[in-house]
């Protein structure tokens, strides 16, 4: 019986084998207030998933979807260089 096996190691690191670049945790923390605002509109939106929404239910979810889009909105502006609008 001949057995097959890898005649050299490997000598680079798996993708997933690694620790984030500063690029990438720079990214990251760039990207902190959308992700915020993206898990906020989750939470409102699996409040109301067991039962029907109550107007308060409905105003809590319509806030978080515009903190969503001015979070979006602020990051697409600052990616393009456009001066951020308040």
Same mark, same amino acid.
């Given at each position: 019986?001949?057995?097959?096996?890898?005649?050299?190691?490997?000598?680079?690191?798996?993708?997933?084998?690694?620790?984030?670049?500063?690029?990438?945790?720079? @990214?990251?923390?760039?990207?902190?207030?959308?992700?915020?605002?993206?898990?906020?509109?989750?939470?409102?939106?699996?409040?109301?998933?067991?039962?029907?929404?109550?107007?308060?239910?409905?105003?809590?979810?319509?806030?978080?979807?515009?903190?969503?889009?001015?979070?979006?909105?602020?990051?697409?502006?600052?990616?393009?260089?456009?001066?951020?609008? @308040?």
């Amino acid at each position: 019986m001949k057995h097959i096996v890898a005649l050299q190691a490997v000598v680079t690191a798996t993708s997933f084998d690694r620790e984030p670049t500063a690029a990438e945790l720079d @990214a990251i923390e760039r990207e902190m207030p959308l992700i915020a605002a993206e898990l906020e509109l989750l939470d409102a939106q699996i409040t109301t998933l067991d039962r029907t929404p109550s107007p308060l239910d409905v105003r809590r979810i319509r806030r978080a979807r515009r903190r969503v889009l001015t979070a979006r909105r602020s990051l697409t502006n600052t990616a393009t260089g456009s001066p951020e609008v @308040a």
